[in-house]
């Protein structure tokens, strides 16, 4: 004890399970409820990432897919223990909740994704938001068109791995789902990625998006 005051070790922290709970811990993202990433943001610590678990929220990847076609993923949490991705496979958008590796909730869009320019999203709506690992219904959207319709029955309602994070533009380490082999990078243009984790209606976000393009093509 003596030593650990010399060395401005004290005071010693002898909690266990309180330790692992980050809402007793300084948070930068605490109370946002809308981000932005960048492509190449890669294993960002879920803790540290955007929390989709038991709320309404939509994943939606802003890109250009080329002539000849692209797949890969968009963005994804978790790996084969657990996690969510929203991908592009066989020229189509997919959507995966991986339940414990148990079981694999998945949406996939109705059509091939054609070229050009898109916004690319999923809007999750839970069944009842704050129910401890409930079920809920998933849109896919090519822009404002929806273009895939479905339902998973249950998620996971802690933490997806221990040992692995969130990813735009691949899913590093181990696969969250089982229709790619990690990393299975996006192989078209990756512009940004976007979480909403509020209450907004995809209505609302595609204006406020729609807004913001509008401005920033005014400026340059």
């Known amino acids: 004890m003596a030593e650990a005051a010399k060395y401005n070790v004290l005071p010693l922290d002898d909690r266990f399970a309180q330790r692992a709970d980050p809402k007793l811990h300084p948070s930068h993202i605490r109370g946002k409820t809308r981000f932005v990433y960048a492509p190449g943001t890669v294993r960002l610590g879920e803790r540290s ?35 969510f991705s929203l991908f592009i496979k066989d020229g189509k958008l997919h959507w995966e909740h991986n339940y414990y590796n148990e079981i694999h909730y998945r949406v996939s869009s109705t059509k ?13 709506k839970v069944d009842q938001e704050g129910k401890f690992g409930g079920g809920g219904s998933v849109t896919l959207r090519l822009g404002r068109k929806s273009i895939g319709k479905g339902r998973f029955e249950q998620q996971v309602a802690g933490y997806f791995t221990v040992n692995e994070g969130f990813d735009v533009g691949c899913d590093t380490v181990s696969p969250v789902s089982d229709l790619y082999q990690s990393p299975f990078p996006f192989t078209g243009r990756m512009i940004k990625v976007m979480v909403d984790v509020s209450e ?20 340059q």
Do not use: W, Y
């Open 49 to 83: 990432s955007p929390n989709t678990k038991n709320v309404h929220h939509t994943l939606a990847a802003e890109v250009e897919i080329p002539q000849s076609g692209a797949e890969g993923v968009l963005v994804c949490c978790g790996g084969i223990s657990g996690g």
């Open 112 to 124: 091939a994704i054609p070229p050009g320019h898109h916004v690319l999203s999923a809007e999750v």
């Open 200 to 219: 907004a209606s995809f209505e609302d976000l595609a204006e406020q998006h729609e807004a913001r393009a509008r401005l920033a093509m005014a400026t």
